[in-house]
């Protein structure tokens, strides 16, 4: 069964400063998706790295998948404080799409 | 392209009734799966749906069930409900269960 393992839970960072989220999962994963959720609202797709050496970046936020590692990362560079959230992992095995319980990201003026 | 929609967005219930969420998908996407999210333990699948079929179920009780109609549309049911039911039900819609997923908004569920 995949488990899917996000650390550091919560982050408090400065803004303009660099970070990493981690993400690991247990067994094979199909392909391994980043969230994005703010306070009381839904989910909102960031990435979907499909292969091993993937590599995805949006502004700020860039995603990578190592699957030999089982480990995906979100990096965070020179943080704004629009970028305080949750962020989810979450992997697909046998149809099904199990999360990781979210990196809370604070984020101080 | 309209988003993925969920009625309603709050409903408020008591122990022992039973409720029925509805979500309906972008249009085109084929399936739609069911998520339950509470504070203590997070996001967790609940089933998925597609062309009519579930194809996949997580680990809840017999109580929560669902179905999709021709149309795509979804609903989830819980029956006898418990304290413990009370949370966000999120439905998410993609062209087939391997593609990105988009989310609706999602309904507050508050058992009293």
């Known amino acids: 069964e995949l488990k899917v393992e996000q650390n550091p839970l919560f982050l408090s960072m400065q803004e303009g400063k660099n970070y990493t989220i981690y993400c690991n999962y247990s067994?094979?994963?199909?392909?391994l998706y980043w969230y994005r959720q703010d306070p009381g609202k839904s989910l909102e797709s960031l990435f979907v790295?499909?292969?091993?050496?993937a590599v995805k970046q949006e502004g700020r936020l860039m995603a990578s998948l190592d699957t030999k590692a089982r480990l995906s990362t979100l990096h965070i560079t020179a943080a704004v404080h629009d970028l305080s959230a949750t962020y989810f992992c979450?992997?697909?095995?046998?149809?099904?799409?199990?999360f990781g319980k979210g990196t809370r990201l604070h984020i101080l003026p | 392209k309209a988003g993925v929609t969920q009625t309603p967005r709050y409903l408020i219930k008591t122990r022992g009734q039973q409720v029925t969420l509805s979500c309906s998908p972008i249009?085109?996407?084929?399936?739609v799966s069911w998520y339950q999210q509470t504070p203590g333990q997070g996001l967790q699948f609940l089933f998925e749906?597609?062309?009519?079929?579930?194809?996949n179920k997580g680990n809840f009780p017999g109580r929560f069930s669902g179905r999709q109609f021709s149309n795509s549309r979804s609903e989830m049911n819980v029956s006898t409900l418990e304290l413990g039911d009370s949370a966000l039900y999120l439905c998410?819609?993609?062209?087939?269960?391997?593609?990105?997923?988009?989310f609706g908004p999602g309904t507050r569920l508050t058992v009293l």
């Open positions: 998410a819609s993609s062209l087939t269960s391997y593609n990105e997923q988009f």
């Open positions: 067994t094979t994963s199909d392909r």
């Open positions: 790295l499909l292969s091993n050496g």
């Open positions: 979450a992997g697909n095995r046998d149809d099904k799409i199990i």
């Open positions: 249009s085109g996407h084929r399936s």
């Open positions: 749906y597609f062309s009519e079929t579930q194809r």
